[in-house]
């Protein structure tokens, strides 16, 4: 498999490495392209694949060709790429809040593959969820599973309407669990523990209890039932939480990107 990056920035980059560090690709089969010159150097230094600042060098004779660009520069990629891509050749797509339709349209191109990939894919811990046109084939699906799966997890959803839903939740997820996990930390510092030690607390206990919760299948609600024992520390710590309307807020702010990401589609 060949493929071409069409910007390789934190999460261009977080694919491109991946697919390198499992051994799925060879850095010879690789093209990377970029409008930041300095970047793409660094890219083959590091990497030892090839680079081109021009796109239809970059894409040549690839299988797949990923766009992991900012939004805003998506309309002059387009453009650039409009006659140069194969019948044959597959456009993957990680740019933000951007729908098929458009990606279509603006290619002239129908083998299109919609990914969210999120953050955590940069330390393999990823969460994509994806979707295809009908025009893609069992192979090129079978080719974009490989890709994704080199970041951690990947679920493919039948409708492209789940994409803006999954930017909500394990898009935008991380940011609400560093935040929570920010918050826990000056909080254990403001009651007197070394900050080193908060950080070291709090980063295994989020790790513990996400691995548990796989691990176990247990729903979340009966592993937090386990925790707290009747008038107890995590009870009283649980009320105030209650009390200051967590859950709505985390719903509320679920509900904001979700249309958040609606809008930048439109």
Request: glycine content about 8%; proline content about 4%.
């Amino acid at each position: 498999m060949k493929v071409a990056f069409i910007g390789v920035g934190n999460m261009g980059e977080a694919m491109l490495s991946a697919l390198l560090r499992r051994k799925l690709i060879r850095p010879n089969s690789i093209w990377a392209c970029d409008i930041d010159n300095a970047r793409l150097a660094y890219i083959e230094k590091k990497y030892k694949v090839n680079c081109a600042p021009d796109i239809s060098n970059a894409i040549g004779d690839c299988e797949v060709v990923v766009l992991a660009i900012k939004p805003q520069t998506l309309a002059k990629v387009m453009k650039d790429l409009k006659g140069e891509l194969k019948e044959e050749q597959l456009v993957l797509s990680i740019v933000a809040g951007k729908k098929i339709a458009a990606i279509k349209k603006g290619l002239g191109h129908s083998m299109v593959v919609r990914v969210m990939p999120n953050t955590p894919a940069q330390v393999g811990e990823g969460m994509s969820v994806w979707t295809a046109t009908d025009a893609v084939s069992k192979k090129q699906k079978d080719m974009a599973q490989t890709i994704l799966r080199a970041m951690g997890k990947e679920l493919y959803v039948p409708d492209e309407k789940y994409i803006d839903m999954a930017t909500a939740v394990s898009g935008s997820g991380p940011a609400y669990i560093f935040l929570i996990m920010e918050a826990l930390t000056d909080a254990a510092v403001h009651i007197g523990l070394p900050r080193e030690m908060a950080d070291d607390l709090v980063s295994q206990t989020v790790l513990g209890s996400a691995h548990m919760t796989k691990e176990t299948g247990r729903h979340p609600a009966e592993l937090k039932n386990m925790v707290t024992s009747p008038g107890g520390t995590t009870a009283e710590g649980l009320l105030c939480l209650e009390e200051g309307g967590m859950r709505a807020i985390i719903a509320q702010a679920v509900i904001a990107a979700y249309e958040k990401a609606k809008l930048l589609g439109e």
